[in-house]
């Protein structure tokens, strides 16, 4: 089993900054690609970053110059620095990550950018 257990949200308000970080614990051997993906109520849930392991990454356009993911040494951990929050980022973030054995997810955790 794998578990990601995600930590860093909370209520920022608009033009702040949060930095998610996202640590993979459990029957790991190797880690492919890990990604951010958010659901703000009522809409589907979506990806806003994604690194290989290589140190590839991809953004969705919503969030491009604003936030950086990046992954620690070992590769097991995933963060997300988000600056220039807006109203609009609200949502709960979720950590991905992708492994032979299959993909898995965070718990979640909420981010509120509000004034």
């Known amino acids: 089993q794998v578990q990601l257990v995600e930590s860093g949200g909370g209520l920022v308000q608009p033009g702040g900054s949060l930095r998610l970080s996202c640590a993979a614990s459990?029957?790991?051997?190797?880690?492919?690609?890990m990604a951010w993906y958010r659901q703000a109520p009522g809409k589907q849930r979506e990806l806003v970053a994604g690194?290989?392991?290589?140190?590839?990454?991809n953004y969705a356009d919503s969030v491009k110059g604003r936030f950086t993911i990046s992954r620690g040494n070992a590769k097991n951990t995933v963060y997300l620095q988000m600056n220039s929050l807006k109203p609009e980022d609200t949502a709960v973030y979720y950590c991905?990550?992708?492994?032979?054995?299959?993909?898995?997810w965070g718990q979640g955790t909420q981010v509120t950018v509000s004034s």
């Open positions: 459990g029957t790991i051997f190797t880690i492919n690609n």
């Open positions: 690194i290989t392991r290589g140190d590839s990454t």
């Open positions: 991905n990550a992708e492994l032979i054995t299959g993909r898995y």
